[in-house]
């Protein structure tokens, strides 16, 4: 029987040992309710490879001479990297409406902005798009770096050739401005291109942080819902290690630091509520107000994205 007729199983000491090793890899927590998603996405992999069991392919995984290009390889087949320009735009307008002038009203020199779980590019580029927009100089004003664990992800964002679902929250006259449409694919203008830089970077590998410089201002939107508590604290705190006091964190909606740490004071923006690193001697924020974070931020959903 081959490998892809094999039907595969993944036995309890199985999962536990593939939850474990992708946990201290990488961050992605498995709890019970994924064991399924993980086991059929595994599988799927092995079968490619013709691998006939678990405790071969884990052994693979284990390997000092293969495991690093495999993991990265099987990383790719268990994120899921469903993303689009211009999401959660009110936050991203308080980004270069707000955070980026009063930076620059601070200080000399660009605003250095980190989109950490970029994936195929689309959160980096819409920061370069709303900023052109709004009359901000990138490469001037603000420098965007983005990072991803995903190989994949980083190929299809430099090569900036999208479809069209990912066009579901931005305007024709923006896609006619920005894109070039051929057989299906939109492909990214270099005005935009030219302004981002593009980094593989693990989350849990805080020393590689410093390829990207001093930072002002870290995106992490619907990334660290895969998180464990512990592991959520780990990667938040190191971003609190990179950002310059006063710098930024924003978050996804759906997001927050609740229990999880207090390296951080909320910001109250017009229209949205942000994380931000305190500057010495300033009051910590109280971490109750996770609540009104937490409806400022659907009321923006509502409105604010319209």
């Given at each position: ?215 002002d201002v870290v995106l992490c939107r619907n990334v660290i819902i895969y998180f464990d ?19 930024y964190l924003l978050l996804g909606h759906s997001e927050s630091l609740i229990h999880v ?46």
């Amino acid at each position: 029987m081959t490998a892809a007729e094999t039907q595969l199983t993944l036995g309890d000491a199985e999962y536990r040992m593939f939850r474990d090793l992708f946990k201290a890899a990488c961050g992605l927590w498995f709890g019970d309710d994924s064991r399924f998603l993980l086991e059929s996405r595994l599988a799927r992999r092995m079968r490619r490879l013709e691998i006939e069991s678990f405790a071969a392919y884990h052994y693979l995984l284990r390997r000092e001479s293969t495991g690093d290009d495999e993991l990265a390889a099987v990383i790719d087949e268990l994120t899921t990297n469903e993303t689009y320009f211009f999401r959660e735009r009110s936050q991203l307008r308080a980004l270069v409406d707000e955070i980026v002038p009063t930076l620059l009203a601070q200080r000399a020199g660009p605003v250095n902005i980190w989109s950490a779980g970029c994936s195929s590019g689309e959160e980096p580029y819409t920061i370069v798009m709303m900023a052109l927009q709004a009359g901000l100089r990138p490469g001037v004003d603000l420098r965007v770096h983005a990072s991803d664990i995903s190989r994949r992800c980083l190929a299809k964002a430099r090569e900036a050739e999208f479809r069209e679902s990912s066009f579901r929250e931005t305007t024709p006259q923006l896609r006619d401005r920005y894109f070039k449409e051929k057989n299906g694919l939109y492909t990214l203008s270099p005005d935009v291109r030219q302004h981002v830089t593009f980094t593989r970077v693990n989350l849990l590998e805080a020393a590689r942080f410093a390829l990207l410089g001093a930072l002002d201002v870290v995106l992490c939107r619907n990334v660290i819902i895969y998180f464990d508590r512990d592991t959520k604290k780990r990667v938040v705190e190191s971003f609190a290690e990179r950002l310059a006091p006063g710098g930024y964190l924003l978050l996804g909606h759906s997001e927050s630091l609740i229990h999880v740490t207090s390296a951080f004071e909320l910001a109250h923006l017009s229209r949205e509520l942000v994380y931000r690193r305190p500057r010495a001697g300033a009051p910590q924020a109280d971490p109750r107000h996770g609540a009104a974070l937490a409806a400022l931020r659907r009321t923006a959903r509502a409105e604010g994205e319209r």
